[in-house]
């Protein structure tokens, strides 16, 4: 997600999910294809599988991306066709294709041409005016004959003109039954849904007859949540062993060492960029919505938001931020015995 996830986000979402496949942000091919690759592309191998995301609609240029982020060691690159913002829209890439159906097959062709990993879409249903209904299944089945591995759908349309990105995620209504149906027509075709979904009981009760679930803001904002997800699905990229709901453990529920071992990885990592030349904020940003809920979490979200920002913070801040949570919650267990 452009301007909220990074790498570091990403080392950080992995100590809690080692099965979800992690997406990068949207990077335009253009900036792959003239700006620096390392600082656009490079990733830990502790991220692993990572899918790529790119933004743009030149079918050869996109292939050239495809296959620079093939060489990174990405697992799999996505097309983006759902971001509506301005500066998507005066490229016309992102959601604007959804009006170019054709051409988004010509990229995914191209791409598929290129690479041997899988070539992915994300998608809107529509934008303005078009019908949902005859938009979606148009791209699809284009998209489809281009050889596509999967489809994920943002379930609402978007509004290029009038809405704001932010209005654009919260406003235009929600049509999971769409999806369904697409699903429903395309069995072989893996479709994943997207959009709205902010705890897993919500996502497994959505998953049944698909293929798969994405987890976007909730995954960042209220990131405990991604704790449940190896229980719920303990195959890696894989549907099928896809367990029931009961599976789920609430992050309240998970036992100290667990929290303990997130605490030690994440020090160990901040202190690799602290070493590299980095800033021990620059990992601790994305760490604040973890422990939801969890006495403590004032305080919690209070030093990684300022003490982590002062000069010369070290990875020992992570270690005050995790003991004020781990405090908090021993002092409630012993009040409760
Ligand atoms: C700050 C922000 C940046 C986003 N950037 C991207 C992006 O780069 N690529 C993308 O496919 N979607 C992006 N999205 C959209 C999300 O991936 C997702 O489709 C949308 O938020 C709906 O899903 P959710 O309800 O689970 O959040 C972004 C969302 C937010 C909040």
Redesign the pocket.
Same mark, same amino acid.
Do not use: V
């Given at each position: @997600?452009?301007?909220?996830?990074d790498r570091h986000y990403r080392v950080f979402a992995r100590q809690m999910t080692k099965n979800a496949l992690l997406?990068t942000? @949207?990077i335009v091919a253009d900036a792959i294809l003239r700006g620096n690759r390392d600082r656009l592309l490079g990733f830990d191998v502790e991220e692993h599988p990572v899918a790529l995301?790119l933004g743009g609609n030149d079918p050869q240029k996109l292939a050239e991306a495809a296959r620079i982020g093939e060489g990174f060691g990405y697992a799999e690159i =996505?097309l =983006?066709v /759902?971001?509506p913002s301005d500066r998507v829209q005066s490229g016309t890439f992102g959601a604007c294709l959804m009006r170019e159906p054709q051409l988004v097959a010509d990229c995914v062709a191209a791409m598929k041409a290129a690479v041997s990993i899988p070539v992915t879409v994300?998608c809107r249903i529509g934008v303005d005016d078009q019908d949902p209904e005859v938009a979606l299944r148009d791209l699809v089945s284009r998209i489809q004959a281009a050889g596509t591995d999967a489809v994920w759908v943002?379930a609402r349309k978007a509004w290029l003109q009038g809405l704001s990105?932010?209005e654009n995620?919260d406003i235009p209504p929600l049509d999971y039954g769409l999806v369904h149906r697409l699903k429903a027509e395309n069995p072989h075709l893996f479709i994943g849904l =997207? /959009? /709205? !979904?902010?705890t897993l009981n919500q996502a497994v009760e959505e998953m049944q007859n698909l293929d798969g679930v @994405? !987890?976007?803001?909730?995954?960042?904002q209220d990131s405990g949540v991604l704790t449940g997800v190896d229980g719920l699905f303990p195959h890696p990229l894989s549907p099928e062993g896809h367990q029931s709901s009961e599976t789920i453990v609430s992050p309240q529920d998970l036992p100290v060492d667990y929290w303990e071992a997130v605490r030690d990885a994440m020090m160990a990592y901040a202190a690799r960029v602290v070493a590299d030349g980095g800033r021990v904020a620059h990992v601790t940003r994305h760490m604040v919505g973890l422990f939801q809920g969890f006495p403590g979490v004032r305080r919690y979200r209070q030093i990684l938001s300022t003490d982590a920002t002062k000069p010369g913070a070290g990875p020992e801040v992570i270690s005050a931020a995790f003991a004020a949570v781990l405090s908090a919650r021993a002092t409630t267990a012993a009040a409760a015995e």
């Open positions: @997600m452009i301007d909220w996830s997406f942000e @949207m995301q =996505n =983006n /759902g971001c994300k943002h990105p932010k995620r =997207n /959009g /709205g !979904l902010h @994405m !987890l976007g803001r909730a995954a960042y």
